[in-house]
DNA sequence: ATGAGATTTCACTGATTACTGAAAGTTCAA
DNA sequence: TTGAACTTTCAGTAATCAGTGAAATCTCAT
């Protein structure tokens, strides 16, 4: 591996990490190393950095694109792919998080909704379908608030978040308004 | 496998997802089986339903354990162990979220906390390391955020998630309000 | 059309992770 | 204190997943 200290340990813990977080590895380490790089990189750079195999990184800029975490560009005058991270951290946690939503919430939600069309006889298979009907409430509840969250502008989302618990306050308030009023 | 074909099919999928969600298929399956139980379960009886070796269901039984997916009880005169899954779905979510948390971003925010401190020389480093500025501020932003919203009851996070994209119009009246008596 | 530059595919191998069965450990009643 | 009931540990094996290199494919400039 061949990089500076600093973007070394960056660059390793991601790998570490990245299997937790249903990547893996080498997948980590060039994210990582694409999301500090201060310019664009090409297939064979990256190879080059993370002392992998060229056809490792092929595989693994095929799945980063697949996830959104990386984008390709070409330069004018050459002929090879480019790879950038995009900047806005903000960006990349919209893009994180509906593709773990698309990836890890859709595919069971589906699941729930077919199984509780199921018309179901003993005891147990009821008592089986009236959990996963709470499960599904909670799963669309969740879905369709992220969903109208990701509408909202970074600054708005900042400042909601800034507030933290504090939003159970306007709650409050927009009651008393609405009692007074109505 | 010795389940009717309802709970058979919601037990498979967790099985499946079980490794998209960093847990494995054993861990999944048992999750499941026991999240739809009428009652606790002892380790012969997931064993049986299941179909996978006693020892494998202990080793499975600890790890959720460490997740806080189930509890452990004992029943009167029965030296054997039963578990169950918490029946209260937010609650589940709230586990898990914290879970996650604390091994997919804990670790990673401690590296980039340290990261930031090094004195670094090159403007690659320079580069780098204001890019996990960046990187760190939103993650300590959104866990900010979110131990400010485990703290509020489910009633109320219920009826912040129904507003949506509206709790945004909260902020205007809030704005309006302070404009006026300020 | 040709071939040099660039990228991808894929069968194989190496590494990691999950699962099992046998043995050891624990707990408790008699 | 013995042993029966129950649980855990762990070494070995099976299954899965990741990474490589050689070959195939793609893509332009000539």
Same mark, same amino acid.
């Given at each position: 591996?061949?990089? +500076? +200290?600093?973007?070394?340990? !960056? $660059?390793?813990? !991601?790998?570490?990490?990245?299997?937790?977080?249903?990547?893996? #590895? %080498?997948?980590?380490?060039?994210?990582?190393? =694409?999301?500090?790089?201060?310019?664009?990189?090409?297939? &064979?750079?990256?190879? /080059? *950095?993370?002392?992998?195999? #060229?056809?490792?990184?092929?595989?693994?800029?095929?799945? =980063?694109?697949?996830?959104?975490?990386? #984008?390709?560009?070409?330069?004018?005058? &050459?002929?090879?792919?480019? !790879?950038?991270?995009?900047?806005? $951290?903000?960006?990349?946690?919209?893009?994180?998080?509906?593709?773990?939503?698309?990836?890890?919430?859709?595919?069971?939600? @589906?699941?729930?909704?077919?199984?509780?069309?199921?018309?179901?006889?003993?005891?147990? /298979?009821?008592?089986?379908?009236?959990?996963?009907? /709470?499960?599904?409430?909670?799963?669309?509840? =969740?879905?369709?608030? !992220? %969903?109208?969250?990701? #509408? =909202? @502008?970074?600054?708005?989302?900042?400042?909601?978040?800034?507030?933290? @618990?504090?939003?159970? *306050?306007?709650?409050?308030? *927009?009651?008393?308004?609405?009692?007074?009023?109505?």
């Amino acid at each position: 591996m061949n990089l +500076p +200290p600093l973007v070394q340990g !960056f $660059v390793l813990h !991601f790998g570490e990490m990245g299997s937790r977080w249903g990547l893996n #590895r %080498t997948l980590g380490q060039m994210y990582a190393l =694409l999301y500090v790089s201060p310019q664009p990189l090409n297939a &064979d750079e990256i190879t /080059e *950095k993370l002392g992998i195999s #060229r056809s490792n990184v092929s595989m693994g800029l095929r799945e =980063l694109q697949a996830w959104r975490l990386v #984008r390709l560009e070409h330069h004018p005058g &050459d002929r090879r792919e480019y !790879f950038s991270a995009p900047q806005d $951290v903000w960006a990349i946690f919209r893009t994180l998080a509906e593709e773990r939503q698309r990836r890890e919430i859709e595919p069971t939600l @589906s699941m729930l909704r077919d199984a509780l069309l199921e018309t179901v006889e003993t005891d147990e /298979e009821k008592h089986a379908q009236a959990r996963m009907g /709470e499960m599904q409430a909670l799963m669309e509840q =969740l879905t369709t608030w !992220f %969903t109208e969250m990701n #509408r =909202l @502008s970074p600054e708005t989302l900042t400042r909601l978040m800034a507030m933290g @618990s504090r939003v159970a *306050k306007l709650l409050e308030l *927009k009651d008393r308004l609405r009692t007074r009023s109505g």
